[in-house]
């Protein structure tokens, strides 16, 4: 674990100034105070929690998504959930989760059982076990990406789709593209749904045609470009938005290996902005999910329902990056 | 975003001129002041206000809706917003709004010259000048009950309408009913359009006829019944949802003087929960919007905001509330 000395050389700052960040002094201002508790948490450190406050414990599950490097979608969230938490003095335990555990013990049990106050639960499947049991569930808890009608104890956070893909089709109309293909993730996944509906409706708005032939399910993988690229070429797409950054990048691969040049021949799109997204050939043009700040919400929205405050719903605003992937559409012929 | 420096090169005064402006320093002329005001605005400037308790100002700005008296639906939003404002430490001004107003002076002008660092918008209008001009503000703003596309710095909140419909139909059915009416509030109101397709994807989710003939868009006052209950009636309603609790009100009050039991011969639901609504005769079977909740959930988001968390879009859970005003269907004959 880091000591405070650590995060002074970070920071450039005295180790003073980083113990008055940590313990609430009021002689530091409150930007200093809020850098250096987010470069602790950044950097692993963790407070010897004062009798009073060991029981403030919340716990972060996470399921079906990378987020140990910083390139991974999930890092980020789970930082800006650590962050925020840390500052109002709760611990967070990050979970692995698995189908497995989900059926050894019911959801509110477990939580009760180790002191939790609440969770926020990201990555979760509609068919996971523990999901089914959120509709009843007594314990405040968060959801990435999902919903649960009816009970106030649980609230879902998300970025907005329908926001972001009229974002990306208007950009996209706007330099000129008409026969625009959507490949999206999988299917059976609410997001999905959502975007797949944004897309639809954005182009119909857009007055441009909605072809089955420019639409297709895939996975959130890049290998999902190769069995639905060539089908759009053949419709004679000049542009593909993508349900991530990862499918963009396999998109940008089949192009490339079929001689097609991007964004000359073809625009692309991603969705997520992660880090790796700016590193691509050319740099991706992408849907950016503010991911740190949809872990803060998580943890303000986690708090709310804590103090009953019944929040059902939280978007987060999409932002379009455009980078070097989309272009003017070519002319014809 | 641009300095105090850029600002005082823009206009070619000082820097300590901009700063009075920006302040509200008494030694510069009021022209002066407005200029400065307006060009730090247009050159997208937003005061970091010092952290210093004394500056921590937030606007509450309300119109439409009445919010003095503990039974109006304002007052606990108000109140809600007040009491989250107060614990950290926050003033609140909360200022009645008029379209005049609005026309005088420009949004954000208006509240960086009174030195609010955001504002909790009530009850506004989709005409109104400040809405329009809520597409480009860069201040913090949260809206109630309406919604802007793409800016960041403006977020909504308002009460999950759609689950709260599907609840009241869903209650309905259970207790037989087949014919249920629709009487809404204004037209041109987001909120409306909401519940009215809440409506009809709840009945049609449930088997249940939706007909032109049982629906009707009235405004949010008890006048509305006399004008619809008569052809509801007619049409055959066994049941009467109602956009507000004064509408329905309106129609317990038009069923009596039919000679109508309520809810003998007749059910009727209202929206909001407002505290009349627990002493009408009978009571009212209503949606409630916890208004406290939803005015102390306005504060955590405009907080969000000036922390640049950007959420756009903030729903808080309904609660049916079952009292004497709905019961089963009569059998027919």
């Known amino acids: 674990m880091p000591t405070i000395k650590d995060i002074a050389n970070r920071l450039g700052v005295s180790v003073s100034t980083v113990s008055k ?4 002094a009021s002689d530091i201002s409150e930007e200093l105070r809020q850098l250096v508790l987010d470069t602790a948490v950044e950097m692993g450190y963790s407070t010897k929690r ?7 414990k919340l716990c972060l ?23 925020n938490a840390f500052r109002y003095k709760w611990d967070v335990t990050v979970l692995p989760m698995t189908p497995e555990l989900q059926l050894e013990e019911k959801y509110d049990t477990f939580l ?12 979760f499947a509609l068919h996971d076990e523990w999901m089914r049991q959120l509709a009843n569930t007594t314990m405040p808890t968060v959801l990435l990406d999902n919903f649960i009608s009816c009970n106030p104890n ?4 998300g970025t907005d789709s329908y926001e972001g893909i009229d974002m990306v089709v208007r950009h996209l109309h706007a330099l000129g593209h008409q026969k625009i293909a959507f490949l999206n993730g999988s299917l059976y996944s609410l997001v999905s749904d959502q975007r797949q509906e944004a897309f639809e409706s954005a182009m119909e708005r857009g007055g441009l045609p909605v072809r089955k032939k420019l639409m297709a399910y895939g996975h959130y993988v890049p290998e999902s470009a190769k069995y639905h690229v060539p089908g759009f070429l053949a419709a004679g797409a000049t542009a593909i938005i993508c349900g991530n950054d990862l499918i ?17 021949d073809i625009s692309v799109v991603g969705f997520d902005d992660i880090p790796p997204a700016e590193t691509t050939f050319p740099p991706l043009t992408t849907i950016r999910q503010e991911r740190n700040e949809l ?34 559409v070519r002319a014809t012929g």
Chains 1, 2 share one sequence.
């Open 61 to 83: 599950m996470i399921e079906n998504m990378e987020y140990l490097t910083t390139s991974d979608f999930g890092y980020d969230i789970v930082l800006g959930f650590k962050q």
């Open 248 to 264: 963009a990048m396999g998109v940008l691969k089949e192009c490339r290996s079929r001689g097609l040049r991007v964004p000359e």
């Open 154 to 157: 649980v609230c879902c956070v």
């Open 21 to 24: 960040g940590l313990n609430g």
């Open 50 to 56: 004062s009798r009073k406050e060991e029981h403030r």
């Open 295 to 328: 872990g803060r919400c998580g943890y303000v929205m986690l708090n709310s329902l804590i103090n009953h405050i019944p929040i059902s719903k939280t978007l987060m605003r999409p932002q379009l990056i455009e980078r070097g992937s989309t272009a003017k």
């Open 112 to 123: 009760l059982k180790h002191g939790y106050c609440g969770a926020f639960l990201v990555g």
